[in-house]
């Protein structure tokens, strides 16, 4: 697991494993395992967590960032 924060856009990447909250499940807390496909947040930080869709396009709000990206 990695400890960089979902709330910096600046930690995300397209093709980057991740857990979000998505908007449906926000009461819940559920969390979505996807790959980022597009960053939707434009400002460098969020405290609910950078906005990403999923290659499933689904839209949700990364909470833990499961797997850096390899170079």
Known sequence: MSSLP???R???TPGLS?????????RSGALTDG???D???????HTHGIK???ET???GRVKVIKEPISN
């Open 35 to 37: 790959i980022v496909r």
């Open 18 to 26: 991740v857990s979000v909250v998505l908007k449906k499940d926000q």
């Open 39 to 45: 960053i939707l947040t434009k400002s460098p930080n």
């Open 57 to 59: 396009g689904e839209v």
């Open 52 to 54: 990403v869709r999923l």
């Open 6 to 8: 979902g709330t910096e």
């Open 10 to 12: 600046k930690n995300i």
